[in-house]
């Protein structure tokens, strides 16, 4: 690409005008991209205000639909999407999407009508084996075989995939808890929750969600890490040690798991006591006292690994 690097004839002002709907439009992508919902839609409403072509509309519109969805304000996202359809009425995007709308808002019957409108009419598309999923998800929920949240709650997770990647960790926040109302009985939003809190250093709103994640999942090895791991932020290495333990037992060559709990019982052997009487001498806890077997086998764990502590972000 060349740059054009001549002063332009034109006053500055008369250009600024003539870009402000191109500049509108990129601003909301950049809001979108950010996930700053509310400014998205300014922008877009502000770009459309400016421009008639039908093909730029169709596209503004599709936009503001998932700047609705990210804010449950469902009845206008749908309201966006026909006017999407108004413009292209074969547009595959606008069905699908409509879809994903009526999923999320419970509206199941609408969902499954659109999704298999798609499969229907465009099924060199892709997302045709996702989509087929959904419509066996939607199925069992309008039988009543799994809970009527599981749609909404896997539309977010997927969402905080992508928002723990980029470090977004007050997004990954806000997600959990919309999780946590839609299925409470569920782990994953406890489980999110406790990531946010951890990587905010809110450790004991961390350690809380993560222990209600484990009480829905008992086994589920990252949850028992990360109970572990925050533990050893709240500086409690002993029952840190027992989690992270447990954690070792579900999967035996985690090296994450095995730095960790080294690193607990490193530091648990260091723990200085007051001696009886009060005084200032101290003495040394020696590592054969501590309470977990195979102490000395983790230290030594521990001075051949050389990565870094790594949060388990994942969940099953």
């Known amino acids: 690409m060349t740059h054009n690097r001549h002063i332009p004839s034109k006053p500055v002002s008369q250009l600024a005008r003539v870009d402000i709907p191109t500049i509108s439009y990129l601003h909301s992508l950049a809001m979108m991209g950010d996930e700053r919902w509310e400014e998205a839609i300014t922008a877009l409403q502000r770009f459309m205000g400016l421009n ?12 503001l639909g998932a700047c609705y969805l990210a804010l449950e304000r469902f009845d206008e996202a749908l309201a966006a999407l026909d006017e999407v359809r108004r413009i292209r009425p074969d547009d595959p995007e606008a069905i699908y999407s409509r879809g994903v709308v009526c999923a999320c ?124 791991h925050t533990y050893l932020k709240l500086d409690q290495p002993e029952p840190a040690i027992s989690w992270l333990e447990r954690a ?41 006292d501590l309470p977990s077997r195979g102490c000395t086998k983790m230290v030594k764990v521990l001075n051949r690994l050389h990565q870094p502590l790594q949060i388990r972000k994942n969940y099953a």
């Open 52 to 63: 008639d072509n039908p093909a730029d509309r169709q596209m503004a519109y599709q936009n």
């Open 248 to 288: 070792l037992r579900r999967d035996p060559k985690n090296v994450n798991t095995m730095h960790q709990l080294g690193v607990a019982c490193q530091r648990l052997a260091v723990v200085q006591k007051p001696l009886d009487g009060g005084n200032a001498a101290w003495r040394l806890i020696p590592i054969t």
């Open 105 to 228: 808002a419970s509206r199941f019957p609408e969902a499954i009508a659109a999704f298999e409108l798609y499969t229907r009419n465009w099924p060199q598309l892709a997302r045709q084996r996702e989509v087929k999923k959904t419509l066996h998800m939607l199925h069992q929920i309008e039988r009543g075989e799994i809970p009527p949240g599981s749609y909404l709650l896997e539309n977010l997770q997927e969402q905080i995939f992508h928002n723990l990647e980029v470090d977004d960790f007050h997004l990954v926040e806000s997600k959990a808890r919309r999780m946590i109302a839609a299925l409470p009985e569920r782990p994953e939003g406890h489980f999110a929750l406790g990531l946010a809190c951890l990587e905010q250093d809110r450790y004991l709103e961390a350690l809380e969600a993560f222990q209600a994640a484990q009480l829905r999942d008992p086994n589920f090895e990252p949850v028992l890490y990360n109970i572990g």
